[in-house]
């Protein structure tokens, strides 16, 4: 059954969000547990405080994150992923191993065309 023009709508934009920079690697980064705000900045190199900040929302808001927050002084808060998202980690993490398994073929692929294309 062919996808309705919503569907294909909804689809692009989700696609267009766990492709962008950030959110599989937030994802992968929780994969092995709850973290805080600043573990999480740590463990995704590169992204400031407010992609983080963007990308948690986006998640928790697709039910993909839960957020936690712990009644200490002050708030400590703590991100774990949903089982949906738990299997949007595992299939990012999928992507990555086969990117991993075919980068050798791909840089040799790559020199081959840079090679052949004027400058």
Not at 36 to 53: D, K, P
Not at 84 to 102: F, K, P, Q, Y
């Amino acid at each position: 059954m062919k996808p309705s023009h919503h569907e294909c709508t909804q689809i692009g934009e989700l696609l267009g969000r766990i492709g962008d920079r950030w959110t599989l690697r937030v994802a992968v980064a929780l994969n092995d547990g709850p973290l805080r705000f600043n573990r999480i900045r740590r463990a995704v190199e590169g992204i400031s405080q407010q992609m983080l900040t963007r990308t948690l929302k986006a998640l928790e808001r697709d039910g993909m994150v839960t957020r936690t927050v712990h009644p200490t002084l002050p708030p400590q808060v703590e991100y774990a992923l949903t089982p949906l998202g738990l299997s949007l980690a595992a299939e990012g993490m999928r992507l990555g191993s086969w990117v991993r398994d075919h980068l050798p073929e791909i840089d040799s692929r790559r020199a081959e065309f840079d090679a052949r294309e004027p400058r």
